[in-house]
C-alpha cells in the first residue's frame, strides 16, 4: 500500500504492521477518505509524566504561549524551577516496569477502537513518543492516549486516584513527507533523548 495515496483516494488502514518489533493490531480498520491537504501522512506524538520537565529547567522549557515547533526553548532558570517544584502536588511520577507496559498497551487500545495507524511507540519511565497515523487533528489522539493510560493503571491498582499522571499538554508535531515518518520512527524506536529531530527539511 503507498504510504502518501492521492487526494481523495480510500485507502484502508492496513490490519497488522511491524516496525522493528513492534506490532500494531487492528482488527476494526476504518476506511477513511484521506486529503493530502488536510491531514498529514502521519503525527509524532510525545508527552511527559507529571512533574518531570518544568519551566526553568537547566535543559530549557516550553510555555503555552512558546510552545510551537521551531520555537527556541526557555533559558534555563533556577529561580523559576523551584517555584514550580512547590507548586508541585505531588512527587514527579516516573512510570516503572509494572506500569510501562500497561500505558503502551493502553495507547494500542485507543489505537485499535478508533482506527488509528499506529506506526511506533515507546514508553520511557518520564515519558511516551508514538508516531500515529490519524485522519483527525492530533489533539484529540494525544488526549485520549493520556486518558485511557491513566484509567488503565487505575484500573490495575498501578496508580491512586489523586495522583496526576501526564503533564497538561505534549507534543504534536506535523509529518507531512515520508523521510520525516521514517525519522521520528526511527527516532522514537532507536535514538531518544532530549533533543526532538528536525523536520524542516
Same mark, same amino acid.
Given at each position: 500500500?503507498? *504510504?502518501? =495515496? ?7 488502514? =492496513? ?31 510525545s508527552f511527559r +509524566?507529571?512533574?518531570?520537565? &518544568? ?5 530549557? +522549557? ?9 520555537? =527556541? ?59 500515529? +497515523? ?7 489522539? &494525544?488526549? *485520549?492516549?493520556?486518558?485511557? *493510560? ?7 491498582? &498501578? ?24 525519522? *521520528? ?7 531518544q533523548g532530549d533533543?526532538?529531530? +528536525?523536520?524542516?527539511?
Amino acid at each position: 500500500m503507498q *504510504a502518501s =495515496p492521492h487526494p481523495r483516494e480510500t485507502t484502508r488502514l =492496513p490490519q497488522h504492521l511491524s516496525v522493528a518489533g513492534t506490532i500494531c493490531h487492528n482488527p476494526h480498520a476504518m476506511v477513511r477518505d484521506f486529503d493530502d491537504n488536510e491531514f498529514p501522512l502521519a503525527y509524532f506524538i510525545s508527552f511527559r +509524566s507529571y512533574g518531570t520537565w &518544568l519551566h526553568g529547567d537547566q535543559r530549557g +522549557s516550553t510555555s503555552r504561549t512558546r510552545n510551537k515547533y521551531g520555537t =527556541p526553548r526557555m533559558v534555563p532558570n533556577p529561580g523559576l524551577r523551584q517555584g514550580e517544584v512547590k507548586q508541585l502536588k505531588h512527587p514527579p511520577v516516573k512510570l516503572d516496569s509494572r506500569q510501562r507496559p500497561v500505558v503502551e498497551e493502553a495507547i494500542r487500545e485507543v489505537c485499535t477502537n478508533r482506527g488509528y495507524w499506529l506506526r511506533a511507540i515507546n514508553v520511557r519511565t518520564n515519558h511516551v513518543h508514538t508516531v500515529v +497515523s490519524a485522519a483527525i487533528k492530533p489533539e484529540p489522539v &494525544l488526549q *485520549a492516549f493520556q486518558a485511557y *493510560a491513566t484509567r488503565k493503571l487505575r484500573r490495575a491498582g &498501578l496508580l491512586p486516584g489523586d495522583v496526576k499522571t501526564w503533564t497538561r499538554h505534549g507534543s504534536t508535531q506535523y509529518l507531512w513527507k515520508e523521510r520525516h515518518v521514517e525519522r *521520528a520512527i526511527d527516532y522514537v524506536l532507536n535514538g531518544q533523548g532530549d533533543d526532538l529531530p +528536525s523536520f524542516d527539511d
